[in-house]
T-cell receptor, first 116, second 115 residues
Framework: SQQGEEDPQALSIQEGENATMNCSYK?????LQWYRQNSGRGLVHLIL?????REKHSGRLRVTLDTSKKSSSLLITASRAADTASYFC????????????????FGQGTILTVHP | GAGVSQSPRYKVAKRGQDVALRCDPI?????LFWYQQALGQGPEFLTY????????KSGLPSDRFFAERPEGSVSTLKIQRTQQEDSAVYLC?????????????FGPGTRLTVL
């Protein structure tokens, strides 16, 4: 079953604009990851944020995590046509010992379209 | 460098046929995962291997699904007596070591269509 829910389901923007996608989840997590998927390159890991982190940056990507609200957001700045893809959040659940072997639970994804 | 590879990339089966899907993980990667992705959905976990040991098979939808990794490298996902609801993309992912600290590298997937 899907744990995460992404919002919005679809997002259409112009090149150069920022894109923000949100993700909610239900259980305690060890970390949360964002992936991109397009037909050309399959599923690609973008960024990982641990449960004790609140914000992380990687290039044009900014991820926030609010464990009290069980939510995360992914911001892509200065978007490009090549950013057109589906974006998924995925959570690695914490087990009783506080660790996990990394099994991922994915949301349903946000389809991002960036128009040139 | 070589990533995760899967074969075949596309498979069409008649209902009731058995299929075998292969995953070649990145060399030396300890952890291997199988996921199932239905059209328009996110991937869903099927099973997990640490080396040759299958430590979690809680996501396998029925006893028609069987996975193995006998030598701790290549893995095969077998589906017996395929049904139409088995139509999906089957993704394999590997990670360099056990534990949660490393990203998973995904293969391109096998798109299974059951007629």
């Amino acid at each position: 079953s899907q744990q995460g829910e992404e919002d919005p389901q679809a997002l259409s923007i112009q090149e150069g604009e920022n894109a923000t996608m949100n993700c909610s989840y239900k259980t305690s997590i060890n970390n949360l990851q964002w992936y991109r998927q397009n037909s050309g390159r399959g599923l690609v890991h973008l960024i990982l944020i641990r449960s004790n982190e609140r914000e992380k940056h990687s290039g044009r990507l900014r991820v926030t995590l609010d464990t009290s609200k069980k939510s995360s957001s992914l911001l892509i700045t200065a978007s490009r046509a090549a950013d057109t893809a589906s974006y998924f959040c995925a959570t690695a659940r914490a087990n009783a010992g506080g660790t996990s072997y990394g099994k991922l639970t994915f949301g349903q994804g946000t389809i991002l379209t960036v128009h040139p | 460098g070589a990533g995760v590879s899967q074969s075949p990339r596309y498979k069409v089966a008649k209902r009731g046929q058995d299929v075998a899907l292969r995953c070649d993980p990145i060399s030396g990667h300890v952890s291997l995962f199988w996921y199932q992705q239905a059209l328009g959905q996110g991937p869903e976990f099927l099973t997990y291997f640490q080396n040759e040991a299958q430590l979690d098979k809680s996501g396998l939808p029925s006893d028609r699904f069987f996975a193995e990794r006998p030598e701790g490298s290549v893995s095969t996902l077998k589906i017996q007596r395929t049904q139409q609801e088995d139509s999906a993309v089957y993704l394999c992912a590997s990670r360099v070591q056990a534990g949660e600290r490393n990203e998973q590298f995904f293969g391109p997937g096998t798109r299974l269509t059951v007629l």
